[in-house]
């Protein structure tokens, strides 16, 4: 774990970037981890996925697959991989400050 | 006398069945129990991955769910089309309805290749298969039978899916086959997975996508399969990557059964039913628990695991009609034997906390099996395993010197292996 400054906050992160304490997030915090994973401008639907991640987290705590994304979030799988690319949960769990999504066992 | 208790259970599989026999063992004319299940066709699933090869035949796989049920247990053959658990009722398609007392979820998974684009479409059981169900596995065998050569691609969908080691499985025995049949060198044998490696626990992941490349399966990882094209043979990733193929197996989406979705507050998106993770309780309502598959539990679906927890299950059953409080026993812990081909297998045993390490089984000085490593012996322990299973697992039988609870005993900690690697 390290500590770094994100959007002139410190932010406490894994090795591979995603945040330890989500409640150490905020929407600025979001937006410059987008910025620096390649997307420059979060739009609406963009924070739909983040916001239903985040609130899928802090609920059931654990984060939503693409696969629950997809069927529950509104915005369907091939849209995700448009707007996160790549890994579209991963991307928008470390956006949205939740821990990396778990692989399924 | 008391009024006996009513226990519904849904699904005559492993866990329903397994349950109501050690239910009925430990209750006796204190409960009523009803098993229902839509067919009376019980598969033996640790078979099917031998099937494609010649090395299990369909017949012998399939009994009937109510001969495995203990006399005195109710098996009724029908269609559940949902659960009202404010009600405590279970309506059926055909109008009947079943009230219970406790409510046992045990109705497994269900295969939703309909649900990739392009899965059933051109090619479905012609060029593109899968070995989850005895359809499937008897029509890829014979493709197999007729395969000469080429590309091979082994796929994983996306995950949570049953014995999530038998896609690997799948590529170990492949190759053993096709080396058999002397065109190893004119087949390319491919595993895809959305995984970032070969498996998802590190140490096992290790071994096992050291044992891909030992075998000469190329490995491509974090595939999260869009699209199959049957006609012109393509595997497309929702990124827009592909990998031809001439034959695809592929292990279709996962999901509950279909009554789980149309009950209200039973299940999650995908039809699988939360539950605490330690007492099998349901977060939908106190009477009501789940077992195996069903269940949205963060371990492996497997048939050791359902066995494992039939135990916990049993005991807060009958804590639950005695207004006791539950007991929190169980730990995640699987257990699976891994067939490598040549006569071999690896055997990994984990839970929740614990990732599969090496070492040896049941216990670290008597146990004969070794973990996470290839063997004769744990070939003859799958093999085995399949009397065990009619004999000794579904009647609810203990199974000698194998507790429900992972044991640490005989497991090598990752650093311990480092100090002992040459």
């Known amino acids: 774990m390290t500590t770094q400054t994100i959007a002139g906050q410190a932010i406490d992160v894994d090795a591979e970037g995603f945040l330890v304490d989500p409640e150490q997030w905020t929407r600025e915090v979001g937006a410059e981890i987008a910025r620096e994973n390649g997307i420059p401008e979060l739009t609406d639907r963009h924070w739909q996925v983040v916001d239903f991640m985040r609130e899928r987290y802090l609920t059931e705590g654990a984060a939503p697959s693409i696969r629950t994304l997809g069927k529950a979030s509104g915005v369907p799988v091939k849209e995700l991989y448009a707007l996160f690319p790549k890994g579209p949960a991963k991307l928008a769990a470390k956006v949205g400050g939740i821990p990396k999504p778990r692989g399924c066992i | ?422």
């Open chain 2, 1 to 422: 006398m008391p009024v006996p208790s009513n226990i519904v259970i849904l699904g005559g599989g492993t866990g329903g069945t397994l349950t109501a026999n050690r239910l009925h063992k430990q209750l006796g004319d204190g409960a009523h129990i009803t098993v229902v299940d839509q067919d009376d066709c019980h598969v033996y699933q640790p078979a099917l991955i031998f099937l494609p090869f010649g090395l299990a035949e369909p017949e012998t796989m399939v009994r009937s769910r109510a001969g495995q049920l203990h006399d005195g247990i109710h098996f009724v053959i029908a269609q559940v089309d949902h659960v009202e658990t404010a009600e405590n009722a279970v309506h059926l398609t055909d109008g009947a309805v079943l009230d219970y007392d406790v409510l046992i979820v045990a109705s497994g998974v269900r295969l939703q290749p309909e649900e990739t684009e392009g899965m059933t479409g051109p090619g479905w059981n012609e060029r593109v298969f899968t070995f989850y169900d005895v359809e499937g596995a008897t029509a890829l065998r014979a493709a197999l039978k007729a395969f000469t050569g080429g590309r091979v691609v082994v796929n994983v969908v996306d995950m949570p899916i049953k014995c999530p080691v038998a896609p690997l499985e799948f590529c170990f025995l492949a190759d053993w086959y096709f080396a058999d049949r002397g065109i190893r060198d004119q087949v390319e044998l491919t595993f895809v997975t959305p995984l970032d490696g070969a498996f998802t626990k590190p140490v096992a992941s290790e071994t096992l996508g050291g044992l891909l490349a030992e075998k000469h399966v190329e490995l491509i990882t974090e595939f999260a399969a869009g699209e199959i094209d049957g006609a012109a043979g393509v595997l497309r990733s929702w990124d827009e990557r592909e990998v031809p193929f001439d034959l695809l197996v592929t292990v279709p989406l996962h999901g509950g059964a279909a009554f789980v979705e149309r009950s209200p507050g039973l299940g999650d998106d995908l039809g699988f039913v939360p539950s605490d993770h330690r007492t099998l309780q349901s977060r939908a309502a106190p009477n009501v628990f789940v077992i195996g598959d069903a269940a949205a539990l963060p371990t492996s679906k497997a048939g050791s695991v359902t066995h494992f927890e039939g135990s916990t299950l049993v005991t807060n059953v009958e804590r639950f009609l005695a207004g006791e409080p539950l007991e929190a026993s169980f730990d995640g812990h699987a257990n699976c034997f891994i067939e490598t081909g040549f006569s071999k297998a690896l055997l990994i045993d984990f839970n929740y906390d614990t990732e599969p390490l090496p070492g040896r089984y049941p216990d670290g000085h008597v146990g004969p099996l070794p973990l996470l490593k290839e063997s004769r012996l744990n070939h003859m322990g799958k093999l085995m395993f399949e009397w065990v299973y009619w004999h000794v697992l579904l009647p609810g039988r203990e199974i000698p010197g194998i507790s429900d609870q992972m044991q640490m005993a005989g497991k090598h900690q990752p650093a311990e292996r480092e100090e002992s690697a040459p």
